[in-house]
Structure formats: C-alpha cells, structure tokens
C-alpha cells in the first residue's frame, strides 16, 4: 500500500437493479465479488489537507453509480484520481483488475463539466480526439466508429459542424461521444450537466440514459443535484465533508424508465438529502 501523497499531480493528459437493502451503514462493496471498479481505502492529501480519507467503493460492471457530496468533500479529486490524472495516492484504485498507476486507467474515459472542444475542428475530429493513440482517424475502420458514436449521442447530421454551430446541450453530446471514443471499461462523467437549464437538463439525462443502456458501459457521475443523482443511478454514494469519507449509500430499487414525479423517487431524494444533512 502506497502512502498518501503530500503534494498534487499535474495530469499527463487531458435498468433495474436487484433488491435494494435499507440505508444506513455505507455498504460501498455490496455490488459485486468482482468489480470492474474496485477502490480500496483511498486516501489523499495536497499538503496539509486531507482531500479523501479511507474511501471503499466497488462498481460493478455496466452499473451506473452516482457520488454526491458537500463541495469540498472530494468529489472531483475522486474523479481524478479514477482517471489516473492524480498519480499519487493512498490505497489501491483497480480498473478490471489493474492499478491505474499500471495502466488501469487507460481503460477509464472522461467526460468533464465544459465540453472542451476544439474550436477549429468539427464534430467528427472532435470525437476523433478520443480514439486510442494508435489508431489512425482517417483510417475507414476509425471514422466508421466515429460516425456510430455520432448517431449514438443523436448528432448525425452534424458531423462537420463546428462546436460554435452547436447548442450547449449539443456540445456536451460531443463530449459524450469523445469519451466513448476509446471504448472504455469505465466512463467517469464531473458534472456534465451542471451549466445547462432544467429542460435541457433534464433532455440531455434521458439521453445519457438512452446512451448507457444500449452500450453497457459503466458509470460513475458525480453531480451536486441530488435530484439527478437519484433519477439517473442504480446506487447513490453519498460523501461526507472534508475530508471526503463514504457516509451512506443509497440503492435506488426503482425499474427504469423512471418517473421524476415518483413518489417513491421523491422519497430517495429526501434520504439522500437527509444523508447529506441538509
């Protein structure tokens, strides 16, 4: 087991679910024996201060996981260290087994709260910029894949647009599609929604939805709207402040496609907050 690191890490790059169980003591590793994401006592700290401390979760494969918490509590240093981009830590972080110190993260997308375009490149180049290194973009093999993944998130039409011809709804679906673009084992998604109105919003979350279930891949979000927390994942991790701790885990025993209005999504909504002590 490594120790925890003292400073921070410049990055090197850029339905249904089973019977639930009551929350109350957080049960992180309920999901699976074997994770796809399996996070064991992680810690970490820029200088003086603890950023996450003693954090245990485990995902399964193709389960969509929320991680909710105060600001603060870690959630975007979770994020980054699941993707690699924090290479110093303590505690182990696997991807299908392997550490992302070791290459495990090579098989986690991105997708980040700002689109981040290219702004001179289209659609398809943009989505392009997310194929493995060794693959050539030009290559028919390639640009059959981006296309799909254009289809996939709704754009066909729009591959040769560029990111100022788009909505923000519609960039983000850009993003969407880059992060797929490598095919990973693991998609992380920082509050992908969080600069959009509540219509778009809420457009862009079925969409994700659609996108999740027709390929499978596994998902972790983190988000600050406990309300899409609870509408969009199969289990809702609740975060602690500072230093950011598992408090709860919340599963959302609820078949999809799901009602807002639900009173029984309404009711998880208040355990989490609750969980949350608002």
């Known amino acids: 087991m490594s120790s925890d690191a003292d400073a921070d890490v410049t990055p090197s790059s850029a339905d249904g679910v089973d019977a639930a169980t009551p929350t109350g003591e957080a049960d992180p590793d309920s999901s699976t024996a074997d994770p796809v994401l399996a996070v064991d006592d992680l810690r970490k700290r820029y200088d003086d201060t603890v950023a996450l401390d003693g954090v245990d979760l485990a995902v399964a494969d193709g389960e969509f996981v929320a991680v909710v918490g105060p600001s603060g509590c870690g ?4 994020l980054r260290v699941l993707s690699g981009l924090e290479a110093e830590f303590g505690g182990r972080v696997a991807v299908d087994g392997t550490d992302v110190r070791d290459g495990g993260s090579d098989a986690v997308g991105m997708v980040f709260q700002e689109p ?8 398809r180049e943009n989505v392009a910029v997310g194929l493995p290194s060794d693959v050539d973009p030009a290559s028919p093999p390639a640009r059959e894949r981006v296309d799909d993944l254009i289809e ?3 754009l066909d039409g729009f591959a040769e647009s ?3 011809e788009l909505s923000g709804g519609m960039a983000q ?3 969407l599609a880059r992060g797929l673009a490598y095919d990973p084992s693991v998609l992380l998604l920082d509050e992908p929604f969080s600069a959009l109105d509540r219509l778009t919003k809420a457009d862009q979350q079925d969409h994700l939805l659609d996108v999740w279930e027709e390929r499978g891949t596994t998902v972790v979000l983190v988000t600050h709207d406990v309300e899409e927390a609870v509408y969009l994942a199969d289990r809702v991790v609740v975060l602690s402040g500072q230093p ?12 999809r496609p799901r009602d807002r209005a639900d009173a029984d999504l309404v009711a998880l909504r208040r355990e989490v907050t609750d969980a949350l002590g608002r």
């Open 75 to 78: 959630k975007s240093t979770l």
């Open 116 to 123: 981040r375009l290219l702004d001179w490149a289209d659609v």
């Open 152 to 154: 996939t998130v709704g």
């Open 162 to 164: 560029r990111p100022d």
């Open 173 to 175: 679906r850009v993003s």
């Open 244 to 255: 950011g701790t598992v408090a709860s885990v919340v599963d959302v025993d609820i078949d």
